[in-house]
T-cell receptor
Framework: AQTVTQSQPEMSVQEAETVTLSCTYDTSESNYYLFWYKQPPSRQMILVIRQEAYKQQNATENRFSVNFQKAAKSFSLKISDSQLGDTAMYFC????????????FGGGTRVLVKP | SQTIHQWPATLVQPVGSPLSLECTVEGTSNPNLYWYRQAAGRGLQLLFYSVGIGQISSEVPQNLSASRPQDRQFILSSKKLLLSDSGFYLC???????????FGPGTRLTVT
């Protein structure tokens, strides 16, 4: 079974600074997908960024970028120029090309952006 | 564009009562559908998923069941709720050629 591990339960960052969230995963497949989701206090799950394992280039979405290290099975998220609205739980998720396209989620990292 | 709805948003039910949570998706056909449960401050636990009408896969044996009577409708049910069924329930969809999932607003269930 796939596992996704987020080793940082909570992180805080000053507004306008940068924070990096860690994620490691376990898989025996060569092709798969990785995602970061954001869950603000409203509890709505929002897709932040996705990365296909066959792509070597790291994905970027505005202030969000990833560092994908396939050999190390590592997938970190960097939030640049942190804003108060970035305060949320962040979940890393792993998916494979299989029946149902299921995702396995990590336990989450709580990010608090301080003014 | 696609949208996903869940209702009710909040529900308080006594132990032993039945449960029915509904999820509908608009703007897409033949989606994969998913039910998750999230305990407070924790990650998401996949309960059921469906790749088509009447096709339900259960991930965790429990007091709950799921049904998909229509292409874009997914229902989570229980005949008799337990205290341990309390939590936040999220429905999600994905397209056949997509691997990311899109989530509904969730239902907060409290069993008293």
């Amino acid at each position: 079974a796939q596992t996704v591990t987020q080793s940082q339960p909570e992180m805080s960052v000053q507004e306008a600074e940068t924070v990096t969230l860690s994620c490691t995963y376990d898989t025996s497949e060569s092709n798969y997908y990785l995602f970061w989701y954001k869950q603000p206090p409203s509890r709505q799950m929002i897709l932040v960024i996705r990365q296909e394992a066959y792509k070597q280039q790291n994905a970027t979405e505005n202030r969000f970028s990833v560092n994908f290290q396939k050999a190390a099975k590592s997938f970190s998220l960097k939030i640049s120029d942190s804003q108060l609205g970035d305060t949320a739980m962040y979940f890393c998720a792993h998916g494979e090309e299989a029946a149902g396209n299921k995702l396995t989620f990590g336990g989450g990292t709580r990010v608090l952006v301080k003014p | 564009s696609q949208t996903i709805h869940q209702w009710p948003a909040t529900l308080v039910q006594p132990v032993g009562s039945p449960l029915s949570l509904e999820c509908t998706v608009e703007g897409t056909s033949n989606p994969n559908l998913y039910w998750y449960r999230q305990a407070a401050g924790r990650g998401l636990q996949l309960l059921f998923y469906s790749v088509g009408i009447g096709q339900i896969s259960s991930e965790v044996p429990q007091n709950l069941s799921a049904s998909r009577p229509q292409d874009r409708q997914f229902i989570l049910s229980s005949k008799k709720l337990l205290l341990s069924d309390s939590g936040f329930y999220l429905c999600a969809w994905s397209g056949i050629a997509l691997y990311e999932q899109y989530f509904g607003p969730g239902t907060r269930l409290t069993v008293t």
